[in-house]
């Protein structure tokens, strides 16, 4: 989605709040926090939609003026007994009724040894989604986690393999994310980067930072930007050079934001953003 | 290095002991536990050999008829103010001393948020020890670990990094390790050994299993094989048909099989060998 938000005198009006940053809050909570601090738009997490009814999450944010930058998320499709297709029609189904350009897809973890088979899997149940996304005119995001995850969560590991899977089906369907936690390690990323850029597959550009020390539950190691080792700068470049000019979202899993007040991490969030993430973007 | 010891009847004569694996034992102990197990060949860390004395640890190993597999670690060459040579060029005497064929490298890591400024520094400083390698007939042994660790121990994350980075160097002066822990999860992994094996890089095929969940500290997360997720007999397929013919090396960084009296680990390395990693080497 380009949206250009960047041309905007708000320098807050590309920044996405995720719901999972204000892990606490409800979906009403974390919308006014948004609208409130002035951000461009959020990211909510199917829970907090569900706990609020779909057709209410759609009223409540098309009132507050925010953009849907993402519905997180759908994805799971390596199951052996389960193929995960309906839960996945359901959740392109919220997606287009919260106006959700993209439906966020984590796949995996791995059933048994068999990591290779898991991966077919996905493919395979992959394109039996792609009709129902291009019906729904919601993107399919497919976001590759940091490999640490490949056993139990994730079981595409690089943005290179999230660009194989993508490209048998249509721009329109299927992107990929840019999560900077799961990626910025990769030798390969300025390329891969660019590479999504010509093809038009990047759905979606998410920052947080990598701590270290990693928490001992290394779901809970993604940093505030700044508090960790990414260079945001660079990436930022990358992606705007091969551009992107949509929302960037925010999406903290951290034990100690999670226990600080959600107005208060918005602010530490906006100032970060500012600081850190937005000068490459407009550069 | 082609020893064929697969060849042999004994069926551990191609199975080497890690000193990490037996972390509460000398070298001397590791030797003798190793040789009274019938096992071919051992993979002793620096520190161990300079605990003994070096000449010591050479006659020592010798007179027990092991092969010294790979010793085991320089590298570190990513730091601003200390280039790291000198270190460098003594674990290659150290490795000539020793008879081991090749000197594991590990490098990283980052001092700074500035990941591609430190890999490129590991590509320079690689290159001014190659003549040193070649001189002392030591193989540098680039080895990748997990991306989880890009930030603070090394920088070459993925095979095919690796290979990069060794491809100007001779073949007899530079290979990468194959380490089950550190890529398991790489996408293109079996295509990558097999480029490895073509181009005779494959200095080293380590066996450890990835444990879930993830032990707190990810470093102790290696696992005795059949303990984890690894599927060992693709793996172990694809080494063998890339040609690699060599030594199986068993490393553990893990406080349970720490915490276990030596012999038993032994015990319990060879028959997870024998009955998960040996058959795919065979077939």
Known sequence: MIITPFDNENPYAALSLNTKTTNTWTLKQAVDGAARAGLGAVAPWRDRVQDAGVSESAKLISDSGLRVSSLCRGGFLTAIDDDGLDDNRRALDEAAELGAPELVMVMGGIPDRDLVGARARVEERLALLVPDALERGVRIALEPLHPMF?????????LGQALSMAEPHPVEAVGVVVDTFH???DPDLESLIRTAGERGRISSYQVCDWLVPMEADPLLSRGMMGDGVIDFDSIGRWVRTAGYRGDVEVEIFNAAVWATDGDQVIETMKQRYRDLVLPS???
């Open 150 to 158: 490949a056993a139990d969560r994730a079981v595409i590991s690089t």
């Open 183 to 185: 990626v910025w390690w």
């Open 281 to 283: 973007l407009v550069a």
